[in-house]
């Protein structure tokens, strides 16, 4: 069976989430139908405000949907979010007085999984991001770009079936940002995990997507989604050919900004 032929490993269809704040409703999002097939990689971008981190929510189970369905994996292969889930934020969010291998480790803690065979995978984590030597390190003693390779191991340790990743390179410098693009598609394949990530970067989005949804905002809706066709596996030089500019192009369109 092809990728392509594969049951959606993620399913969204319909969704749509109201907050309400006292008397008042706020609309986060609407119209949100997406399917991710187990393995991608999928860019979610857009601006500020359009709603992308809410969905990230809802997968986690941490806000529920108003309206529409929400379904990851099936009756054969439950889900279980506290379980399945891994998450980096836009900072590593690492606890200072915890060295980068207890730091990887505390997800397996928490869960209560057996400690010996979490340690070497957290070993084994830190080897693959590119931390060997900086196991017992304090996270004070690393700079941004290294803080959010650890924050990605520590996503990892408990091995989860998804990986939810909101904005993790935001607030990094341009150059340490494209160093980590390429990282993560490194890290991406080596761990075969299905990936949502969320950015305000057209151009990251479609570097890291093997399919892009674009949100828009007001109101905050899914515009779009497309599978993203450029030569695996992906260099720095995919940005200046011909396809990587009309995909680019075809996003600012659908926001506006063309």
């Known amino acids: 069976m092809s990728k392509m032929d594969q049951e959606p490993f993620v399913k969204l269809e319909g969704v749509k989430k109201i907050f309400k704040v006292g008397d008042k409703e706020f609309l986060a999002v609407q119209d949100v139908t997406l399917d991710v097939r187990e393995g991608e990689l999928v860019s979610i971008v857009g601006p500020s405000g359009c709603g992308k981190s809410t969905i ?18 099936n009756e054969m292969s439950p889900f279980t979010p506290g379980k399945d889930i891994g998450m980096v934020f836009q900072k590593a969010l690492l606890l200072k007085w915890r060295t980068i291998s207890d730091n990887v480790l505390l997800p397996a803690e928490i869960l209560g999984l057996p400690i010996k065979e979490s340690r070497e995978r957290a070993r084994d984590l830190i080897e693959m991001v590119g931390l060997g030597k900086f196991a017992d390190a304090f996270p004070q003693q690393l700079s941004g770009g290294m803080q959010q390779r650890a924050s990605i191991a520590r996503a990892l340790v408990h091995d989860p079936r998804l990986i939810l990743m909101d904005e993790p390179f935001g607030a990094l410098d341009a150059l340490t940002r494209e160093r980590m693009n390429l990282e993560l598609l490194r890290i ?59 995909y680019t192009k075809e996003i600012y369109h659908l926001l506006g900004m063309d």
């Open 188 to 246: 991406w394949k080596e761990s075969r995990k299905t990936i949502l990530f969320v950015t305000h970067g057209i151009q990251e989005a479609v570097f890291l997507g093997s399919q892009v949804a674009v949100m828009t905002s007001g109101p905050a809706r899914m515009a779009a989604h497309f599978d993203i066709d450029l030569p695996e596996p992906r260099t720095l030089d995919v940005k200046t050919t011909e396809k990587f500019g009309a």
């Open 56 to 73: 990230l929510s809802i997968l986690s189970e941490l806000h529920p949907a108003t309206e529409g369905k929400v379904q990851i994996g």
